[in-house]
């Protein structure tokens, strides 16, 4: 009872507080989107800042730099160095993030709203955006742990698997590129690199502010101003091209590991799609719901060939994967593999059911409460939000347009856009011939 009564509170606190969500929206003296949610539910103050700096800006000759540029920020900026970052942060309990992936690259600051901590993390924080140093022994060092990772990666199947799988999904399309890089680009990378990078891509015009927290709109107007004031003016119109769909094939690799990794892939959508919402209903019924998907009952349930299998679309500003993922035992790979291309066919040929559909509009509607109960998750969609150009009424409509959803919609979305013979296949760790 007392179990009941605690999610119970806590789902008419997330319904309270995602019904007070207001988006405020203006811009910067240096053209920065600004998107802030005034809560005063606690004293903290979270802020991130996105840029169009993903790896899909990398080149195949300097690959990884986007990722090495993003990792360098905060190591050594304004006149200070890593560990004087580091100490001024925890002296006031500030925490750093980052995000990074093809599209975008980005860091965010935690802080307490309080005006000394405040003032102090804002400091560092607009040192690490607009004064980076780069410095000679940390790139070295940086370098280093990356060429190592990659080294040590390279090794695990999921990892082949991975890279493999978006070099045949994509080719020599800039999402085709690892967004760590190669070891030998990445040795390769100097100074002048990252400074170049950061002068074409790290610009206010791009910039996307997400702010949410303990303040006045006028104290986050002026958080802005004070982040962006500095940044490099040029425009970045650089753009990514379109998608083609690739030619379907399956490759596999011989690996030592006792099971085989299978993942298959497909273009699938991009983040303002008007496909988006059959999509994503129609691919929680799929692969997506966990133990309630139907790729989890004909794989699992229904023959045991795998503990889990999963799919998923990976939205971005053109067509970002749409993947499924499985292991099984080796002498099981090819039956795996045939069952799954025989679930997703027939998904695609009929759609789902009525009841499905029912089921997993309960699911996403019941579950998105969850979505927005905390400021780090808030602050997430407000980047997007910002970054994608979605409408600030995107956090409302969620809701109505995944009800909205229709069987015969997503049947439609699903035949129009994922066709079986431009689907690629990798299999790590094949049976041996």
């Given at each position: ?13 997330s319904?309270?507080?995602?019904a ?5 929206f203006?811009?910067?003296?240096a ?12 004293p903290?103050?979270?802020?991130s ?9 990398d080149?195949?000759?300097k690959?990884g730099l986007?990722n090495?540029?993003r ?10 160095s890593?560990?004087?970052?580091a ?8 925490q750093l993030?980052s995000?990074?992936d ?9 802080t ?7 003032k102090?993390?804002?400091?560092i924080f ?9 410095p000679?022994?940390?790139?070295q ?9 990659i080294?040590?990666s ?16 994509y080719?020599?399309?800039p999402?085709?590129?690892n967004?760590?890089g190669?070891?030998?680009t ?17 610009v206010?015009?791009?910039a996307v502010?997400?702010?949410i927290?303990?303040?006045s ?6 958080i802005a ?5 500095d ?12 998608v083609?769909?690739p ?7 011989a ?15 991009r ?13 929680y ?5 966990g133990?309630?998907?139907r790729?989890?009952e004909?794989?699992?349930q229904q ?10 679309f990976a ?8 993947q499924i ?7 099981q790979?090819?039956?795996?593999l045939?069952?799954?291309?025989a679930?997703?066919?027939?998904f695609i040929?009929k759609?789902?059911s009525?009841q ?8 996403l509607?019941g ?5 927005l109960?905390?400021?780090?998750k ?13 409408p600030?009424t ?18 439609d979305?699903?035949?129009r ?8 296949t990798?299999?790590v ?5």
């Open positions: 009872m007392k179990k009941y009564i605690f999610v119970l509170l806590i789902s008419i606190y319904q309270s507080v995602f007070s969500l207001a988006i405020q203006w811009q910067t003296s053209g920065a989107r600004v998107y802030f949610v005034e809560n005063h539910a606690l903290i103050v979270d802020v800042i996105e840029f169009a700096a993903g790896s899909s800006k080149t195949p000759e690959s986007a090495l540029t990792r360098m920020l905060k190591l050594g900026a304004g006149g200070l890593e560990d004087e970052i100490n001024a942060l925890a002296d006031v309990g500030a993030g995000n990074f093809a599209d975008r690259a980005g860091i965010s600051l935690r307490l709203s309080h005006s000394r901590e405040r102090q993390a804002l400091d607009s040192r690490i955006i607009q004064h980076p140093e780069f000679q022994d940390i790139l060092r940086e370098k280093n742990r990356i060429i190592a990772s080294k040590e390279s090794t695990k199947p999921d990892y082949i698997a991975g890279l493999t799988l978006m070099k045949m999904l080719g020599d399309h999402y085709g590129l967004g760590s190669e070891i030998d990445v040795a390769a990378l100097q100074l002048k690199d990252l400074h170049k990078f950061y002068q074409s891509h790290y206010a015009a791009n502010i997400a702010i927290g303990d303040i709109k006028q104290e986050a107007a002026d101003e004070s982040l962006t004031n940044l490099p003016h040029k425009l970045d119109s650089s753009s990514i091209p379109p083609k769909d030619r379907g094939q399956i490759k596999r690799i690996h030592p590991a006792t099971q085989s990794h299978i993942q298959l892939a497909h273009p699938g959508m983040r303002s799609d008007p496909d988006y919402f059959p999509l994503l209903v129609g691919n019924i799929l692969g997506g719901g133990f309630v998907s790729l989890m004909e794989i699992r023959r045991g060939l795998a503990y889990s299998v999963y799919s998923f939205p971005l500003r053109e067509k970002g994967p749409f993922g499985l292991q099984t035992k080796k002498e790979s090819e039956e795996a045939a069952l799954t291309q679930v997703l066919k027939d040929a759609g789902p009525e499905e559909l029912i089921a997993a509009k309960q699911n509607i579950g998105f409460p969850l979505r109960d905390s400021n780090s808030i602050l997430g969609y407000l980047a997007m939000i910002g970054f994608y150009n979605l600030l995107y956090l409302d409509d969620y809701l109505k347009a995944v009800e909205a959803v229709t069987t015969a919609q997503i049947k979305a699903f035949s856009r994922i066709h079986p013979e431009h689907i690629v990798v299999i760790g094949a049976v041996d011939e």
